[in-house]
């Protein structure tokens, strides 16, 4: 089976900076890879499908990227509201596995 | 929209059965399949297996073979999935949540359902 690895599996950081999330795949899963959010208490939220393709009302500050076997979740400017963990999934065949997410915390 | 709405929290012993079920209200499930997807407390999203309703297809995570059963009656487009011989260690959020027909990121999801394994 894949297995997807995500670094870091927690960070802190400041309203305003960058943040990247990575999410290696053991094999190549072409572009097959979405990103969720979970905040606390609530449903997992789709945010990312196709590596790269943003849902529609997801804020553009979040964007995908990658293919193959390795793939970053960009937020350009963290905000209060990002608080949250995220979690990576390849989604072709089966298992569909998911990373074991990152936890996102304000500074 | 469709909404994937699931059965109320249950209390359960250890060695006995779970069934929750998840309805696509508002929707089909003809062309989908449904995952389930479990989160014990404080801890990460862990697929667990899926269905493609149409074609009877199910897949089941290495580690539920043999305890889980995920089922659907696509007449009233519900899914179902049974977890036996329940442990303290299922104590969990049981989520499903509608998938593409072969692949396809998980959107929308069930709200969930606690679990709890108490003696």
């Known amino acids: 089976d894949i297995q997807m690895t995500q670094s870091p599996s927690s960070l802190s950081a400041s309203v305003g900076d960058r943040v990247t999330i990575t999410c290696r795949a053991s094999q190549d899963i072409i572009n097959y890879l979405a990103w969720y959010q979970q905040k606390p208490g609530k449903v997992p939220k789709l945010l990312i499908s196709?590596?790269?393709t943003l849902q529609s009302g997801v804020p553009s500050r979040f964007s995908g990227s990658g293919s193959g076997t390795d793939f970053t979740l960009t937020i350009s400017s963290l905000q209060p509201e990002d608080v949250a963990t995220y979690y990576c999934q390849k989604y072709n065949g089966a298992p569909q596995t998911f990373g074991q997410g990152t936890k996102v915390e304000i500074k | 929209q469709v909404q994937m709405v699931q059965s109320g929290a249950e209390v359960k012993q250890p060695g006995s059965s779970v069934k929750v079920s998840c309805k696509a209200s508002?929707?089909?499930?003809?062309?989908?399949?449904v995952s389930w997807v479990r989160q014990a407390p404080g801890q990460g999203l862990e697929w667990m297996g899926r269905?493609?309703?149409?074609?009877?297809?199910?897949n089941y995570a290495q580690s539920f073979q043999g305890r889980v059963t995920i089922t659907a009656d696509r007449s009233t487009s519900t899914a179902y999935m049974e977890l036996n011989n329940l442990t303290f260690d299922d104590t969990a959020v049981y989520y499903c949540?509608?998938?593409?027909?072969?692949?396809?990121?998980?959107?929308?999801w069930g709200q969930g359902t606690l679990v709890t394994v108490s003696s």
């Open positions: 949540a509608r998938g593409g027909f072969s692949s396809g990121p998980l959107d929308p």
């Open positions: 508002g929707g089909s499930l003809s062309t989908y399949s």
């Open positions: 196709g590596a790269s």
């Open positions: 269905i493609i309703p149409t074609i009877r297809l199910v």
